[in-house]
């Protein structure tokens, strides 16, 4: 049995009128006692935040949450407060951290996903509406790369303004790079229509052109699309399932490589390997 791991954790909770001095706690910051490991994440589910502060920016904070777990990925070893002191003071000080807490986790992962459903992720009383379309698609994503023990160590939101041209207003929602090679990897759903196919088709060789020129490497572009069974109950008419076959044959036209959601188990499992978790 592997020997426990020594740790400390920090809450984030999320303040919108410090007079009244109510809170949600949003997200955990965990470290290695070491300091050799470092994490940051925040809840998925921004219900609670939302009834709590209806113009609440999640938009902002899922940001915060990408850079801040950056910048503790490149420099484990320093203390997180310069950062929560930047963000804090960029929210008026919506944003507050308790005191630090020792911890004892299995291992670091395991760690961090118990303290976040013990103090972020309450029990839901009630079923939550089931995710569809591309939120869906990415919250699958998100959960088997996760579950592999990668998710913090690859790129979010990539903007393909680095690799084509300025104002490009396109987010790849995940990748890494082993090797010489860039794996991306973007949801695209198909429930509506075929525009989100035609459009990452549209950008595919600027951005397999310029992930050559800046990053020296060949880019892998994977579109993550719902099964065809999953579009509209078990039997979709005609007019779907052509619509699905010319959205998946437009973007393998460009190069993509398309897979499904069902796929994703596989994916992550070979990002694990690449990665050496």
């Known amino acids: 049995m592997p020997e426990s791991k020594q740790c400390e954790f920090q809450l984030i909770r999320y303040v919108p009128d410090p007079v009244k001095n109510e809170f949600v706690n949003i997200g955990v910051l965990l470290r290695a006692s070491g300091g050799e490991q470092s994490a940051l994440r925040f809840t998925r589910d921004w219900g609670r935040v939302r009834c709590l502060d209806p113009d609440a ?5 899922e ?12 420099r484990p070893e320093d203390h997180p407060s310069p950062f ?20 004892l986790a299995e291992t670091f992962l395991s760690g961090l996903e118990d303290l976040m459903r013990m103090y972020v992720d309450t029990a839901q009383r009630e079923p939550r509406r089931q995710r569809s379309g591309r939120s869906a698609l990415i919250a699958a994503m998100r959960k088997q790369f996760e579950s592999a023990g990668v998710w913090t160590l690859m790129r979010k939101q990539i903007a393909a ?4 041209k300025p104002g490009d207003p396109l987010r790849i929602d995940c990748g890494y790079r082993p090797n010489g090679v860039v794996r991306m990897f973007h949801a695209v759903s198909l ?5 989100a196919a035609k459009l990452l088709a549209f950008s595919a060789r600027g951005l397999k052109e310029g ?10 572009l994977t579109a993550i699309v719902e099964p065809i ?11 779907r399932i052509v619509q699905y076959r010319y959205a998946v044959e437009t973007m393998e036209e460009y190069e993509i490589r398309v897979l499904t959601s069902s796929d994703l188990p596989n994916v992550a499992e070979t990002a694990r390997r690449e990665l050496r978790v």
């Open 161 to 164: 303004a680095d690799y084509t």
């Open 57 to 61: 920016d999640t938009q902002m904070l």
């Open 191 to 195: 429930e509506a229509d075929s525009d």
């Open 211 to 220: 992930v050559d020129r800046v990053e020296k490497a060949v880019l892998e």
């Open 84 to 103: 929560m002191v930047r963000l804090q003071d960029s929210l008026s000080n919506g944003l507050q951290m308790t005191e630090s807490k020792a911890y």
């Open 229 to 239: 069974r999953g579009l509209a109950g078990d039997e979709p008419d005609e007019d």
């Open 63 to 74: 940001a915060m949450e990408i850079e801040v777990g950056d910048q503790l990925r490149a």
